[in-house]
């Protein structure tokens, strides 16, 4: 299975002092199955958070890209 299979592209949204900017990452595609939510997904899977610093208290919204 190619490397780009196993990985999910999430873009994530954040909130700063009233102003939005947004990331896009890529995460263990296996991760997706254990969390009915994706942006718990981001905040609590230790394979996400051993790729990626999510800064939790500004995260609003994750999105899967397709």
Do not use: N, W
Not at 8 to 36: K, Q, T
Not at 40 to 56: F, N
């Amino acid at each position: 299975m190619s490397a780009e299979k196993t990985k999910a592209r999430v873009r994530l949204l954040f909130v700063d002092d009233g102003s939005y900017h947004h990331e896009e990452i890529d995460i263990p595609a296996a991760s997706l199955e254990e969390y009915d939510r994706l942006i718990d997904c981001v905040r609590e899977d230790p394979a996400v958070l051993k790729v990626v610093h999510v800064d939790i208290d500004r995260l609003c919204a994750a999105y899967l890209l397709q």
